[in-house]
């Protein structure tokens, strides 16, 4: 069974796509780690994510151990990773390691931007997550705040701005609802109720339980 999960920042899919998988009993994937992996991996070898080359060569040296680096869930390595993730070579450097996770037996749950329109076209059941920018930034916010890092709400709330702006406006794999996603806006739904409308969603459309 394969769950894609699409959505803006900050809108709950990363939630929702680790309690899936808990409850189905399958492996999950936070795509974003991948790029924010590749813009960390120039960032702190002194490099600029905007760079293209760089960028792409850094996504052809991708291996699974820069997951396991602290610094990606951080405010800096979601910036480097929008930038890189618009660029065509980076995503095809990271298409056959997403494939071969979502092709494992037994299935996967994965989450990003593009997962039901490229990685899984032909996943079970497709999620697009998503909320107003101002709930997802006042979410954000508290996570950082929550993680004991410093964050303005007006900084976060134009960080999402700008990032929405450029993950939807890209012409590679942009932020969009595939055809078939069922579109869940979490603006007025707590985690549990989020859940329970996602596993509602999947459970009908997959007959799994
Ligand atoms: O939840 P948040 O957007 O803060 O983080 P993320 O899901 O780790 O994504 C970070 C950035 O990676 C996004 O702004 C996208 O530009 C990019 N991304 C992507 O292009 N495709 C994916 N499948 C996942 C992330």
């Given at each position: 069974m394969i769950i894609a999960l699409d959505g803006p920042a900050a809108s709950g899919k990363g939630t929702l796509a680790r309690r899936l998988a808990a409850h189905f009993d399958l492996p999950h994937l936070d795509s974003g780690l991948l790029y924010r992996a590749v813009g960390m991996a120039i960032a702190k070898d002194?490099?600029?994510?905007?760079?293209e080359a760089a960028a792409t060569a850094a996504a052809r040296r991708?291996?699974?151990?820069?997951?396991?680096?602290?610094?990606?869930?951080g405010d800096a390595a979601a910036r480097a990773a929008s930038q890189v993730a618009a660029m065509p070579g980076v995503r095809e450097a990271l298409v056959d390691f997403q494939r071969a996770f979502v092709g494992q037996p037994g299935g996967a749950v994965v989450d990003g931007r593009?997962?039901?329109?490229?990685?899984?076209?032909?996943?079970d059941a497709k999620l697009f997550v998503t909320a107003t920018v101002e709930v997802r930034a006042d979410r954000r916010f508290k996570e950082l705040l929550g993680r004991g890092q410093a964050a303005i709400y007006p900084d976060v709330l134009r960080d999402l701005r700008e990032r929405d702006e450029r993950d939807s406006r890209r012409?590679?794999?942009?932020?969009v609802p595939a055809e078939d996603a069922y579109v869940l806006?979490?603006?007025?739904?707590d985690a549990e109720q989020a859940f329970e409308a996602a596993l509602a969603f999947v459970v009908g459309k997959t007959g799994r339980r």
């Open positions: 002194g490099g600029d994510p905007s760079d991708f291996t699974t151990d820069w997951l396991s680096d602290p610094d990606l869930r593009d997962i039901g329109t490229v990685i899984a076209p032909d996943a012409t590679v794999a942009p932020l806006d979490t603006s007025a739904l």
